[in-house]
């Protein structure tokens, strides 16, 4: 097997698992960026058009990232919810998005490469690839973010640069 | 060099060219029903918190998506310009769009696997690899989408839902 891992390694890839993870965790770096930009009470009450306030899109995204990525681990399949315990407090929230960025870490590594074109049927629900599954987290947080920024502008904020997915 | 293809084709892959082809145009699909989904004038003119009207993002996406992948496929440079012909009509647009997607598709095949982690500097500006421009191009786009989101629903609007990557 060993061999076989080797040489698996050294064929051209589009895109290697290492890479994904650092992708999304630049994302994720991004929109913890975002986060800090709202000031604490439109975080949680601003909105346009009838959308839901920021903080709620944020409770969406650590809700499918964390225990998405662990259920693609473990295969144990859990009900999804949006109910996240932070109190109201963005300090919370941060905490548990830098919590989030562990469990994916530490979780990402159990993915093997040739698992990504696996079906699964995350929360019991959603029918996917491993792959097709992680880019829709990877999407929708980019999406509900871009959302994020016209909160901010409209708010008389300017947002982080698009581009910047350094942590600060 | 047929049986080494052959050998590639057979390893496991994160992602194959093809499917993140498909992935792109499935999202270029959705941005381009959110183009439809703007009346006319608002295209052109709506915006929020001072940021560009939904017709100056799609200007970018459309400057970005046919010219870079040409630039990518070619190694010829370019210039940069988000000036398109479209006289301020969205029909124009959508035509614009659609012969992007052909354009795209056209070029996709000439970016073997193993050309994805090449450097280029695209528009004789942009260092990063041919996969992370492709990233880039098609994150920038769901990021631009989402605001137009904002902007619909803003308008009274219901905008297409987010995961429906497939043409009318």
Same mark, same amino acid.
């Given at each position: 097997?060993?061999?076989?891992?080797?040489?698996?390694? /050294?064929?051209?890839?589009?895109?290697?698992?290492?890479?994904?993870?650092?992708?999304?965790?630049?994302?994720?770096?991004?929109?913890?960026?975002?986060? &800090?930009?709202?000031?604490? /009470?439109?975080?949680?009450?601003? $909105?346009?058009?009838?959308?839901?306030?920021?903080? /709620?899109?944020?409770?969406?995204?650590?809700?499918?990232?964390?225990?998405?990525?662990?259920? =693609?681990?473990?295969?144990?399949?859990?009900?999804?919810?949006?109910?996240?315990?932070?109190?109201?407090? /963005?300090?919370?929230?941060?905490?548990?998005?830098?919590?989030?960025?562990?469990?994916?870490?530490?979780?990402? $590594?159990?993915?093997?490469? &040739?698992?990504?074109?696996?079906?699964?049927?995350?929360?019991?629900? @959603?029918?996917?690839?491993?792959? +097709? +599954? =992680?880019? @829709?987290?990877?999407?929708?947080? =980019?999406?509900?973010?871009?959302?994020? @920024?016209? @909160?901010?502008? $409209?708010?008389?904020?300017?947002?982080?640069?698009?581009?910047?997915?350094?942590?600060?």
């Amino acid at each position: 097997m060993s061999t076989a891992t080797t040489s698996k390694e /050294k064929v051209a890839q589009v895109i290697l698992p290492s890479e994904l993870l650092a992708h999304w965790q630049g994302h994720r770096t991004l929109t913890r960026k975002v986060i &800090e930009a709202f000031p604490d /009470k439109d975080f949680f009450e601003f $909105s346009i058009g009838g959308m839901r306030p920021f903080s /709620k899109m944020v409770d969406e995204l650590l809700s499918i990232a964390g225990p998405g990525i662990q259920e =693609i681990v473990t295969g144990k399949a859990v009900a999804f919810t949006e109910e996240v315990a932070h109190g109201n407090s /963005k300090t919370k929230v941060l905490e548990l998005w830098d919590k989030t960025t562990e469990d994916i870490n530490a979780n990402w $590594s159990k993915i093997g490469v &040739e698992k990504f074109h696996d079906t699964i049927k995350l929360f019991g629900e @959603y029918e996917g690839t491993i792959l +097709s +599954s =992680i880019q @829709y987290f990877i999407d929708n947080e =980019i999406h509900h973010r871009g959302q994020g @920024y016209v @909160y901010l502008r $409209s708010l008389g904020i300017e947002p982080p640069m698009f581009y910047d997915r350094t942590e600060a």
